[in-house]
C-alpha cells in the first residue's frame, strides 16, 4: 500500500506540474503577442467625428406677420408661403454655387458613446405667396397704401405693396445632440438611426420691399429656432455616409429687417416648420482603438 501511495503521488505531482508549466507558457506567449488593432463601428464610439453636405425641401405654417415703423404699425394675419428649390443641375455641385440651392452642413463629434454634439447649418428658403389676399389688422398714415386696405382685407398680388422673401436664405444656425443606434452591422455596411433636438440662431439674409422702398437684402440676427430631428444613416465601406434626415421645429424672429438702411423699420414673424433633407458625408476616427 505504502508503494501504492508513493507512486500515486508521484503521478499526481507530474501531472499538476505538467499543467501549471502549460499554464505559465501560455501567460509567457500572451505577453509576446502584438496588439490587434480592431477598428470601432462607425458612428459609435466617443472620438468619432463625421462632416455632411446635402440638400433640403422645406415646408412652413400660416404666419402672422407685423411691420413696425414711422408711421405705420400693422399686422398681416395667416400668411402663407412656401421654399423655393433651384432647379436641378451643376448648381448643386459647383462650390461657387452654394449657397443657391437649398443645402444643410453637418459637423459631428461624438463625445460619449453613441451621443454627439452636432453643429448645423440649414440653409432654407421661405418665400411668401405672392397671389394672396390676407385680412389686415393696425394702421397705414401714408393714403397711398392705406387705400390698398379694403375690407379689412389687402390683396399682395400686384406686389406693389410688399414682397417678402428670405431667400439667402432663412439660415438657422444651430447646436445638437444627437443619439445614435446601431440597426444593421455587416462588414463593410452598416445601418444607424439617430434622433435628437437642437436650438440655435436665425442669419437670415432677407429680400424684402414694403411700400416701394429701397428693398431690404443684408445679413442679420433676426430671432432663434429649436427643433428636434431624426436620421437615418447608411454606412458604407466604415466611412462613406449616405444620411436622411427629417426634422420638426419652431422659429420665431422678432427682428427682421425691412429697409436697408439703419431706420427703426422692422418686421416680427413666428411659425412651425418641417424639413427633409438627403446627402453625402464622410465618418472618420479621432483616435485608435485597441
Known amino acids: 500500500m505504502k508503494r501504492l501511495f508513493v507512486v500515486g503521488l508521484m ?4 501531472v499538476f506540474g505538467q499543467k501549471k508549466d502549460s499554464l505559465i507558457a501560455e501567460n509567457n506567449a500572451d505577453l509576446f503577442k502584438t496588439p490587434v488593432y480592431q477598428k470601432p463601428e462607425p458612428l459609435s464610439k466617443k472620438g468619432q467625428m463625421f462632416v455632411f453636405y446635402g440638400w433640403n425641401r422645406a415646408a412652413y405654417s400660416n404666419s402672422d406677420i407685423r411691420f413696425k415703423g414711422n408711421g405705420y404699425d400693422f399686422q398681416l394675419n395667416n400668411v402663407t ?31 460619449k458613446d453613441n451621443l454627439a454634439l452636432v453643429l448645423g447649418i440649414d440653409h432654407m428658403k421661405y418665400v411668401m405667396d405672392q397671389d394672396q389676399t390676407v385680412n389686415f389688422k393696425g394702421h397705414i398714415s401714408d393714403p397711398e397704401y392705406a387705400a390698398m386696405v379694403q375690407n379689412g382685407q389687402v390683396n399682395l398680388a400686384d406686389e406693389k405693396f410688399l414682397t417678402f422673401e428670405h431667400t439667402d436664405g432663412l439660415n438657422y444656425e444651430n447646436l445638437g445632440l444627437e443619439k445614435y443606434k446601431s440597426l ?69 424672429m422678432w427682428d427682421i429687417k425691412t429697409t436697408l438702411n439703419n431706420k427703426p423699420d422692422k418686421a416680427q414673424q413666428d411659425f412651425v416648420f418641417g424639413q427633409i433633407m438627403a446627402g453625402i458625408g464622410y465618418t472618420f476616427n479621432t483616435k485608435k482603438y485597441k
Open 184 to 252: 444593421i452591422n455587416k462588414k463593410n455596411v452598416d445601418l444607424v438611426w439617430s434622433y435628437g433636438a437642437g436650438i440655435g440662431v436665425m442669419f437670415p439674409k432677407s429680400n424684402i420691399k414694403l411700400f416701394g422702398n429701397e428693398r431690404s437684402d443684408r445679413f442679420h440676427v433676426a430671432g432663434m429656432g429649436t427643433d428636434i430631428r431624426s436620421s437615418i444613416n447608411l454606412v458604407l465601406w466604415n466611412h462613406i455616409m449616405v444620411r436622411v434626415e427629417g426634422k420638426a421645429g419652431y422659429i420665431n
Open 81 to 111: 408661403a412656401q421654399d423655393r428649390p433651384t432647379k436641378f443641375g451643376l448648381v448643386y455641385f459647383d462650390p461657387s454655387w452654394f449657397t443657391v440651392t437649398q443645402y444643410n452642413f453637418r459637423l459631428g463629434y461624438f463625445i
Open 11 to 14: 503521478m499526481s505531482s507530474f
